[in-house]
């Protein structure tokens, strides 16, 4: 089935650790998107990748890091520095034109809690 | 940097009435695409608008995007419980893949 896929579901992680979120994709799409999502609020925008090795910055980047060596794959590191981590994280992807977004496709979301 | 708001926050329906969800950009969009998330989900696109004024139906949802293309509305005509869930914009501007998220409405439909 093509699409894409958060893991896992659930996150426990110590206050001072560092978490990776996976994201993958197979619907050979080169935009894809990290969002946080804290309870009754919207979308905020972490990071985003237009294509394979590059990046860019959201809204709310400072605590997080990415990478995107494959265009499958865009995981989403949760260092230590983020000062409230504990959230809803929802990881999308679409085919990317260039000034012309498509539909987002989103994966299952990954609730981090972090004591 | 780019601001998507909508109001209102929160709307509670009776089943049978209408509702509307407006959407305001602080910059001009490409485009506008509508999501909707439910309880516990994840987001799931609805539709996408491109054109300056444009407007498109989906069986009771009717969708329109400003002529200034910085702003949106989802109409739902005649609600049911179903129709329950927080309902998003989302856009971005020209020559970028930067896709904001408005700050949702959460529609509840009481039967």
């Known amino acids: 089935d093509g699409g894409i896929t958060q893991s896992p579901k659930y996150l426990f992680r110590k206050e001072g650790q560092n978490v990776t979120l996976s994201c993958e994709q197979n619907l050979n799409h080169d935009a894809m998107y990290w969002y946080r999502q804290d309870p009754g609020q919207g979308l905020r925008l972490i990071y985003y990748s237009q294509i394979v090795n590059d990046f860019q910055k959201g809204d709310i980047a400072e605590g997080y890091s990415v990478s995107r060596e494959k265009k499958e794959s865009f995981p989403l590191t949760v260092t230590s520095a983020q000062k409230n981590p504990t959230a809803f994280y929802l990881c999308?992807?679409?085919?990317?034109?260039?000034?012309?977004?498509?539909?987002?496709?989103f994966g299952q979301g990954t609730r981090l809690t972090v004591v | 940097g780019q601001q998507v708001m909508q109001i209102p926050q929160y709307q509670h329906v009776q089943e049978g009435e209408d509702f509307t969800t407006y959407c305001n950009s602080s910059t001009t969009l490409s485009n506008i695409q509508w999501y909707k998330q439910r309880p516990g989900g994840h987001p799931v696109f609805l539709i996408q608008?491109?054109?300056?004024?444009e407007v498109k139906k989906q069986k009771r949802l009717t969708f329109q995007f400003g002529e200034a293309k910085k702003n949106s509305s989802l109409h739902i005509t005649a609600t049911q419980t179903t129709d329950v869930g927080t309902y998003f914009c989302a856009g971005s501007g020209r020559g970028t893949d930067k896709l904001i998220f408005g700050t949702g409405t959460r529609l509840q439909v009481f039967p």
């Open positions: 999308a992807s679409s085919i990317g034109l260039r000034g012309m977004n498509t539909e987002a496709f």
């Open positions: 608008l491109v054109k300056s004024g």
